[in-house]
């Protein structure tokens, strides 16, 4: 059974940090594309970032390039999210999700096989 367990979410102030994992359970790890998507409240889920099972290709949403980053382990099976510089914008529910056929587009939500269960981020002004 495949698992995607998010954590690293919380409150932080206008400016802040968070540095968000993914771990993952029941999959061949190193051969899927691995991404971080987000959803605000009353908004649709959006991509945030992806990232190719070497590393070696990131791709990222125009509104967080430049304050965050996707990194992975696959010897940990774990995806990150550094996320600084944040603002009240990038409150929202945080999933990451993983797909097994690595040519998808990244940013499309139906590429995607699996998601994990979310992590709240809240930036207070």
């Known amino acids: 059974q495949v698992q995607l367990v998010e954590s690293g979410g919380g409150l932080v102030q206008t400016g802040g940090s968070l540095r968000l994992s993914c771990a993952a359970s029941?999959?061949?790890?190193?051969?899927?594309?691995l991404a971080w998507f987000r959803q605000a409240p009353g908004k649709e889920r959006e991509f945030v970032a992806a990232i190719t099972w070497s590393g070696g290709n990131t791709d990222y949403a125009d509104s967080v390039k430049g304050r965050f980053a996707i990194s992975r382990g696959n010897a940990e099976n774990t995806v990150y999210l550094q996320m600084n510089s944040l603002n009240p914008e990038d409150t929202a529910v945080y999933f990451c999700a993983a797909a097994s056929n690595i040519y998808i587009n990244p940013n499309r939500r139906s590429g995607y096989d699996h998601w994990g269960q979310g992590t709240q981020v809240t930036v207070s002004a």
């Open positions: 029941g999959l061949a790890f190193v051969n899927y594309k």
